[in-house]
């Protein structure tokens, strides 16, 4: 007796909302399913190491970096290589990446496993980063470079002017204080919950003991970034 192939069981109603939301369909939707399979859910179930989404992101982290440093390569002429360095990092940062995967609700359609799932995994910038590249990578392979091109420009080479700031919020907002020579800037940590394994810090940017931002992650680093991003906003506005 034959024994069975396994085979991906595919939600083929989330696939399809997932297709609609990113503009294309997928041929291999296999593909699609293993972008979206983060490696606790496959470890949970003991699959094999190519049927989560990592390889994918590898893939789709080198497709990334291609259209990323063509796009500003043609589009910013005039910049020097440091200048098209650090504008291709704040493009292409784990913060971007999660906020580019928000707009198209990424989150809700990564199979987890229930740890991370109960933990918040669906909203934290590593997973949906991860995830966002994994899809870049199985758009490659299902449609060719053209179509992924398509894709990172539409959802990663966009508002540029604001994601300049996702690479280095604190040191870009320092700059901006120290040349209005208004004030100084201190961070407070607000809050710290969760498990020891997946804790979440609240931390407030205050300028001269004035609230400017706050900003949640899973670090202090991070949240200290995404505090000092939420003042930028703020006084971008403002101004």
Not at 207 to 229: F, I, P, R, V
Request: net charge neutral; charged share 30%; glycine share 8%.
């Amino acid at each position: 007796m034959k024994k069975s192939k396994k085979v991906f069981v595919i939600d083929m109603k989330d696939i399809e909302e997932f297709e609609d939301r990113i503009g294309y369909a997928f041929h291999n939707k296999r593909l699609l399913q293993n972008a979206l399979t983060h490696s606790s859910f496959a470890n949970e179930r003991h699959w094999t190491y190519n049927r989560n989404n990592e390889r994918l992101e590898f893939l789709g982290d080198a497709v990334l970096e291609l259209v990323s440093s063509d796009f500003i390569f043609h589009e910013h002429s005039g910049d020097m290589e440091g200048e098209m360095t650090k504008l291709r990092a704040s493009l292409v940062c784990e913060r971007s990446l999660a906020d580019s995967a928000r707009q198209i609700g990424l989150g809700r359609f990564i199979r987890l496993g229930k740890g991370e799932a109960a933990t918040g995994g669906r909203e934290r910038d590593s997973i949906l980063s991860d995830a966002f590249e994994a899809v870049i990578g199985a758009m490659y392979l299902d449609g060719g470079l053209e179509m992924a091109k398509s894709f990172v420009k539409r959802f990663v080479l966009s508002d540029i002017e604001n994601k300049k700031l996702f690479y280095d919020s604190k040191t870009v907002l320092q700059e901006m204080i120290q040349a209005r020579g208004t004030g100084s800037i201190c961070y407070k940590l607000v809050s710290e919950t969760g498990p020891d394994h997946a804790k979440v810090f609240e931390v407030n940017c205050l300028l001269d003991g004035t609230c400017l931002g706050t900003g949640m992650g899973h670090s202090k680093k991070t949240a200290e970034q995404n505090a000092a991003y939420e003042a930028l906003c703020k006084l971008k506005n403002n101004k």
